[in-house]
């Protein structure tokens, strides 16, 4: 007896036996000559700016802790909300920034989502009121205006994609020309925890008539607050 | 560098054999206004194309056989009034024959001295014809085959512009297929007329007195359209623009 | 002609006629084309992002078995419950048995071709799970008991209209929930949260496998793939097998061309790498404390379901494919048929390659002749198949197993002895020549007989010259010597 898992490996090797498929050219990819010399911070930054715009997302800039806070003060009361979910301090990259929100009257939502299926559906209805998610990045590509959410312990996937506003503070010198030079200097960064996501722009939706909406599932409105 | 070619072999295709010698007649015309001296090899047929996309491949390749018998008699370059039918023998031919030892080398050999016809004026002959004083306006139309398979974007466009210069008529998604495809025409009829209907629109719109092709098939295609609605744009062959570019 | 081609005509002839229908594929289809374009020629090498996609591609499906194979262990170690499905069938089994087991009663789906590919909604249905599609599009198939009609826009057939009507009708929206697009979005997005608080079980499709670290790539706009890959308790995604690359670099070279050569864009909103459920226990050195969210649970059903076995014929370079939908936009026949005419899962040129290919020739070539074969498939596909090349291989095929038309069969051969013998051929062209001129008026027949008159029913035909132009030539020839 052949279990489904042999029985399809083999018809896939019977298959490449016979199979007539195109010659390719040899070798390694031909890797697209990169820019003479690597973009600066400061190229990066403007790029990135451009592109996440263009996406109809937001960029700031700030200095210190208190600055970030209030920044972010800032968006939550223009949201008119004073609740959010956040990663952990530590790995947002801005020390003391969690106090300092207390400070400004914004409330932590903290949550571990339970493994048990009757209490999972309860802990996450808490949590769907929140109207604001925190978060650091990884990394942030300059070309589409992606960031580069690792998941992780204290890295929660939720703060990116369930609230209705996605804040994230990223420290420039996180900047990367793209994913694909990401991923280069760093090949098993996709193994670095359960869940990485690339996150461009606010949640959209083109499916009615071709006409382009925002926040359909994700957040509308995303920001990105590079410090120095 | 290969020196200049004197003489050709015109492999005129079935078509313009039995539908639109005029075509044939004015492609003879102009490349000898050229210096070449063309010669008509006589029991050429057709290039097989019609078997070939139809699924019919060991059709597709006697036909194949007896057309590279035909054209391998001298060694000149071939050139084809199609950009379909150069096409076929340039890029389907080897592959068609490649299990065929007598003929697959001989397969490559003619695809790689075969052209299409505004493509041998442009790339081999370097011509670059004298504008034409009054004539009517023309919008080109890129047959899907030799815009495609042969890389026919430029080289119809530049003879056209030298002798037409002002009086082109920019006609809106030239490279989008008219609808003809062979069989694909009677065999699906209702979308090739719709495909058709989209393409007849933009030459009426496009301000155009001629419309012209690389291709006979597209031409035939068109033109009966043109003819059914009572148009008043004409179809007409590349060749018989530059052989007499005044004529409407 | 079988009935499964009859019936496609029949679908195309009412395609046709269906004027919204025609106003609303030129409008997407038209738009997705242009953004493609403009993405396309905003890369510096954009014809070298395409050859590194393809050679990503080839290079996967050229070792297929030892990837998956690799794929499925570092999965496994991570740990993914992976199984392995011979047939739609087994994909409903295994599918709606992770269900049952854990006594599942809502499912939330995120957009998959593949799911449709083995009904599986159907299946967890009649098993007592209901379904809600999350993708705004698919959500709207669904409430319409309708079938998407593109790959990445199911509802290209639909106009705001039609999905106001049928908000209004099935969920009981009021006049405001449906005044306008961002309304009617906001209220899906309203009853869709709450579908997504409930479900027990998470369902996707998978846009790349990645080997090396046992990875699932899923791309989407609205945050619907990573809403459900992370609510639910259990996640399952279906893997179509030929959907894998070797490591974190191809992933990156066929990212690169994916959503440019979808909608345009430089890249999907989310593109979200799954590598094993929640991890409860950091990494090497994390300390004790675990993720705080994510699937307990994560299921891949890799199927099959004819794949391998297209793996083994002339139609094998299709599984290079990667979904993107381009090839629809630019095909002028599916841009005035749109998707449903084609009968199957999968519409469009690339379509008309899969479906016969996984489900046979009998009921699916006439598909291929679809096709004038001009080519625009070719020339955007972002791993560069070569679509009007398979088409013919179909049409070989289905040729060789006489599934072509009687009069085609007949004609074919009988053409070609003529063509062959070239003073036969001289000869016959003469006399057939004779015979069409019998029916000209002013140099055009308005009228042929038989299946040519579907040529004459809109359009007239050259009459074919008094002389050919060998023979005027010769003759011009002679006289000037």
Known sequence: MTSPRERILSSIRDGLLKACLPAEPNGAARRRPDSPAPPSVREMADRFSAALTALSGHVHHAAGTEGVARVIAGIAGAHQTASFISWDDAHIGCPGLLAALAAHGLERVTYDVSGEPERRAADVHALAGVGLGLTGAHAALADNGGLVLVGGPGRGRLASVLPPVHVAVVDQRRLRPSLEALLREEPRLLDAGSNVVIVAGPSRTADIEMTLTHGVHGPKHVHVIFTA | MTPRPTRVQLFVTCLVDRFFPAAGHAAVEVLERYGVEVHVPSDQTCCGQPAFNGGFAADAAAMARTTIDVLSHSVDPVVVPSGSCADMIVNHYPGLLAGDAAYGPKAKALAARTYEFSQFLVDVLGVDPAAAPSGPTLAYHASCHGLRGLGLREQPRRLLHAVAGERSADLPDAETCCGFGGLFAVKMGPISSAMLDSKLDAIERSGADVVVATDVSCLMHIGGGLHRRGSRVRARHIAEVLADPGHD | ?481
């Open chain 3, 1 to 481: 002609m079988t009935e499964a081609a009859l019936a496609f005509h029949r679908r195309i002839d009412a395609a046709l006629a269906d004027a919204g229908l025609r106003r609303a594929l030129a409008l997407t289809a038209g738009r997705l084309a242009g953004g493609r374009a403009a993405a396309f020629d905003a890369l510096t090498d954009a014809d070298a992002c395409r050859d590194d996609a393809r050679r990503a591609r080839a290079g996967a499906i050229a070792r297929l078995d030892s990837l998956l194979d690799q794929f499925a262990r570092e999965a496994s170690a991570r740990g993914c419950t992976v199984h392995w499905a011979e047939t739609a069938a087994d994909a409903r089994r295994i599918i709606t048995g992770i269900a049952r087991e854990r006594n599942i009663r809502l499912a939330v789906k995120s957009k998959s071709m593949a799911t449709e590919e083995v009904e599986l909604n159907e299946a967890l249905e009649q098993a007592g799970v209901r379904v809600v599609e999350t993708d705004l599009g698919e959500f709207v198939v669904q409430l319409a008991a309708d079938r998407p009609s593109h790959i990445i826009a199911p509802i290209v057939h639909l106009s705001r209209q039609d999905v106001a009507t049928l908000f209004q009708e099935k969920l009981g929206a009021t006049a405001a929930d449906v005044a306008d697009i961002p309304s009617m979005t906001a209220l899906a997005r309203r009853l869709l949260r709450a579908e997504f608080l409930q479900a027990g079980m998470g369902i996707s499709g998978v846009n790349l496998a990645v080997a090396d670290t046992g990875s699932l790539c899923i791309v989407t706009n609205e945050g619907n793939g990573r809403l459900t890959s992370t609510l639910p308790r259990v996640h399952v995604a279906l893997l179509g097998l030929e959907r894998i690359v070797p490591g974190a670099a191809d992933l990156a070279a066929v990212l690169t061309v994916l959503a440019r050569s979808a909608t345009g864009q430089a890249s999907s909103v989310y593109t979200n790498v799954m590598t094993g459920p929640r991890r409860h226990h950091g990494g090497p050195g994390a300390g004790p404390a675990g993720e705080p969210d994510g699937p307990e649970e994560l299921h891949i059903v890799i199927l099959d379901n004819g794949r391998s076995r297209v793996l083994g014929t002339p139609l094998a370079e299709i599984l290079y494919c990667v979904r993107c939908g381009a090839c629809l936009n630019a095909c002028p026949v599916y841009r005035l048929i749109g998707g449903h005419a084609y009968g199957g899962v999968y519409p469009g040129p690339v379509g008309s390659v899969v479906m016969p290919g996984l489900h046979g020739l009998e009921d699916w070539s006439e598909l291929a002749h679809a096709s004038s074969l001009c080519g625009a498939c070719r020339d955007v596909c972002p791993v560069k198949i070569d679509l009007p090349h398979l088409l013919l291989e179909v049409r070989r095929e289905a040729a060789s197993r006489q599934l072509a038309p009687l009069w085609i069969r007949a004609a074919m051969p009988a053409y070609s002895a003529v063509a062959t013998r070239p003073r036969l051929y001289r000869w016959a062209g003469r006399a057939a020549a004779r015979l069409a001129r019998l029916l000209q008026q002013d140099g055009w027949i308005r009228r042929l007989p038989g299946p040519l008159g579907a040529w004459t029913a809109s359009r007239d035909f050259p009459a074919p010259a008094a002389r050919s132009f060998v023979e005027e030539h010769q003759a011009r020839k002679a006289a000037a010597r």
